[in-house]
């Protein structure tokens, strides 16, 4: 009882300490040389990302020709809809360019430019749907559309005039899998998206004319950058006069189907194996990095939790409880969003990545290292301090050595935890492995065979990982003993 | 330096329960006194006090000059002048038998390794164990392990050896080659405290007896006194069951 309101009070502490620290964001009028400009993973024909990794898409190239005009740089970071939302509003980024419909709720939060695009929704079944040809044929069929999104609230109003159940997803490539796998019998979508999927040769079809419906929005945060939405509005000005934008947008709503094999299990690796090993290749990093930082933190917490002194072991101990009750993912993103939105620090994604699981493989390391010496013997203690050894000489020299050896097996069960926890980090945007194979499954919309590519990828590398560090504990248990 | 103990009015408790209820006795420079008693009478507590592994509740501990109950006394290099002895030897597992000797006297007197390793080897010939210098404690006998512990102890050139009832934790016929090396210390002068239950021992080597029990010494003297003509029906009832079995 006494610790938690310690920790409590321990937490308001900090909370003080960081609402102190926190400085009003400044509204800046002044142009500057590079704007961060937040965008959704794939939302394609607006951003998606090419066979090669490269981003294209009609926001994409509104955008390069807008800052050519302007003299200015914008760097892209695709990091998903509701991540690229959240970042501007937390002032981590300075723009969201995502196929924003505008909306007076929005409103209320973000400045808009003037309209870019006119969208609407669509309906599409599957191409071998026969009995479907108006919205009068969804009596009591199953009608599905992305959670939040304009398409949800159309099928939401009509539901009562045709009479059919609604599902609700998160993501379009789940959306569009369970279309073809026959558990929805229509999807609602914003028409270009639709178009473009069916462009795409993907097995759809349109059976009925697209619903007019908002229009998009470059969006700042409220009070932010009036002079980036005055050259958004220059420049998208510019473009209709050259008929620059119509060809912009014939291109994508006109795009020819894709040639590359990204069905079969070989053609998506073929095609994205750059993608996937780079992916992979920031996972071990995020994971080794981590894992150094969590150790050093972890020792310190450990020794203090078995330190004599009544004040270390309860500040560990709140560390810890803190740590442990907390999930990694509110975690993440409070050191994400939270923290950058009352201090005004930005954190990079890989940073904040960091940061999230060195200080929470770190709990996890001080408990293993306090079990570990919680481990040895107390005789071994009372042997060395009688022979007038200092207690850190003791420690260092006779506790911890022995100590480490009984943790061997617990540190490599952490390393492989921490490794499948940068996982997790895929939500604050990191590029790590199954970020990678998302944005690839966005496109392709083969779940099953790239969440299989990115499952056998986790699985050869933490088992190498695990089978090496046995190998080197049976090394380091034949020494002595 | 030598090797005298003061002890006055110690008092040592664990929560409620009081397990030292006031000793007081002093101990020479060289001799050998060997504590005796039911378990739980609070012996190994009193030795375990005597180089402040148990802190005390109340009372005066003199070591040589040192008080050791007061805060201000350096409590480690106090240590150094006291060898202690376990029940359950408690040698370094990870360091080699020559290691666990060299350790101390190396790291805190500053020996050099060459000298430090001259003397664990005189100190292994002494207890009969030189051909075990490079192997791990775990591969020794319980025998052999208590008196590799007692070398670690004596490198330190202590001059009070405590040993908390070294021979009890030992199969039988390993028990001679352990008191044997004891022996050998107490004619050499050294201040020996020994809390154990070898009665045929303490009666050979030791100056003094005492018998403890309920945290109290009931009755100390020399071995002829104690064991031949016990004054307390305490200490009568006790050696008659240890001694008739």
Do not use: W
């Not at chain 1, 981590?92 to 309209?115: C, N, W, Y």
């Not at chain 1, 639709?194 to 004319?209: E, H, S």
């Not at chain 1, 940061?355 to 001080?366: E, F, K, P, R, V």
């Not at chain 2, 070294?166 to 405290?193: F, H, Q, R």
């Amino acid at each position: 009882m006494k610790k938690t309101k310690l920790s409590l009070f321990f937490i308001m502490m900090v909370s003080l300490i960081i609402s102190i620290l926190a400085t009003p964001q400044p509204v800046s009028a002044e142009k500057k040389q590079t704007y961060i400009i937040g965008t959704d993973i794939t939302f394609a024909p607006f951003e998606f990302s090419d066979s090669q990794g490269k981003y294209v898409g009609i926001d994409m190239e509104l955008l390069e020709r807008i800052s050519e005009i302007n003299h200015v740089n914008f760097e892209i970071k695709p990091v998903g809809f509701n991540a690229a939302v959240q970042a501007v509003e937390a002032g981590q980024m300075d723009a969201v360019m995502a196929g924003m419909t505008i909306t007076p709720e929005r409103e209320k939060s973000f400045d808009f430019s003037d309209p870019y695009f006119q969208s609407g929704i669509q309906m599409a079944i599957a191409k071998d749907n026969h009995t479907i040809h108006s919205y009068k044929d969804l009596k009591n069929k199953v009608v599905a559309a992305k959670t939040g999104t304009e398409s949800a609230e159309f099928i939401e109003k009509n539901k009562q005039t045709y009479g059919y159940k609604i599902k609700l997803y998160d993501t379009a490539d789940v959306m569009y899998s369970v279309l073809n796998a026959g558990n929805v019998d229509a999807i609602f979508d914003d028409y270009p998206v639709i178009g473009y999927a069916v462009k795409q040769n993907k097995p759809l079809q349109l059976v009925t004319d697209y619903e007019k419906g908002g229009s998009y929005g470059f969006g700042v945060k409220k009070g932010t950058h009036p002079e980036l939405l005055t050259m958004f509005n220059q420049g998208l000005k510019e473009l209709k006069a050259s008929g620059e934008y119509q060809e912009i947008l014939d291109k994508y709503i006109e795009a020819p189907a894709s040639t590359q094999d990204e069905q079969s299990l070989m053609g998506i690796l073929k095609n994205n194996y750059p993608a996937l090993l780079s992916g992979l290749l920031y996972t071990l990093l995020l994971t080794f990095v981590s894992i150094v930082i969590a150790f050093f933190i972890g020792v310190l917490f450990g020794l203090m939790s078995v330190s004599p002194s009544k004040l270390s072991r309860r500040i560990a101990s709140i560390y810890v409880d803190i740590i442990r009750g907390i999930p990694l993912y509110v975690f993440a993103l409070f050191i994400y969003l939270g923290i950058p939105n009352v201090t005004g620090l930005k954190l990079s994604p890989f940073v904040a990545g960091i940061i999230t699981l060195s200080l929470n493989a770190g709990a996890y390391i001080a408990e293993i290292i306090r079990g570990g010496i919680n481990a040895v013997p107390k005789g071994q203690m009372e042997a060395a301090r009688s022979l007038g050894l200092p207690y850190r000489k003791t420690m260092k020299k006779i506790i911890l050595p022995q100590a480490f050896k009984l943790m061997i097996p617990s540190f490599i069960n952490q390393f492989v935890i921490t490794l499948k926890d940068t996982s997790i980090l895929s939500a604050i945007g990191i590029l790590e492995l199954l970020r990678s194979g998302q944005i690839i499954m966005a496109r392709n919309l083969q779940t099953f065979n790239v969440l299989l590519i990115v499952s056998v990828m986790y699985l050869i590398v933490i088992t190498a990982l695990t089978k090496l560090s046995k190998k080197l504990e049976t090394k380091v248990n034949a020494n002595g003993r | 330096m030598a090797g005298k103990i003061f002890v006055k009015d110690l008092i040592k408790k664990y929560g409620d329960n009081t397990v030292l209820k006031g000793i007081s006795t002093t101990i020479k420079d060289g001799e050998v006194v060997c504590i005796i008693g039911p378990s739980g009478s609070g012996k190994s507590t009193f030795l375990r006090c005597l180089n402040q592994l148990e802190e005390v509740n109340s009372g005066t501990i003199v070591i040589d000059d040192f008080d050791i109950t007061d805060s201000q006394t350096d409590i480690n290099q106090v240590r150094e002048n006291i060898g202690m002895v376990f029940q359950h030897f408690n040698l370094f597992p990870h360091l080699t038998v020559r290691e666990n000797i060299t350790l101390a006297p190396q790291d805190l007197k500053g020996l050099t390794k060459s000298e430090a390793n001259a003397l664990a080897d005189k100190l292994l010939d002494m207890v009969g164990l030189l051909d075990k210098a490079e192997v791990y404690p775990n591969s020794l006998s319980g025998g052999q392990k208590q008196r590799v512990a007692i070398a670690r102890a004596l490198a330190m050139k202590p001059n009070i050896m405590l040993f908390d009832e070294p021979t009890s934790a030992l199969d039988p016929e390993m028990v001679g080659d352990v008191l044997n090396v004891m022996k050998k210390l107490a004619e050499n002068g050294m201040t020996m405290v020994i809390v154990t239950h070898e009665m045929g021992f303490a009666k050979e080597v030791a100056d003094r007896v005492i018998f403890t029990d309920g945290g109290e010494i009931v009755e100390e003297g020399t071995p002829e006194q104690v064991f031949n003509h016990p004054q307390h029906e305490r200490t009568r009832s006790f050696l008659n069951k240890v001694l008739s079995v």
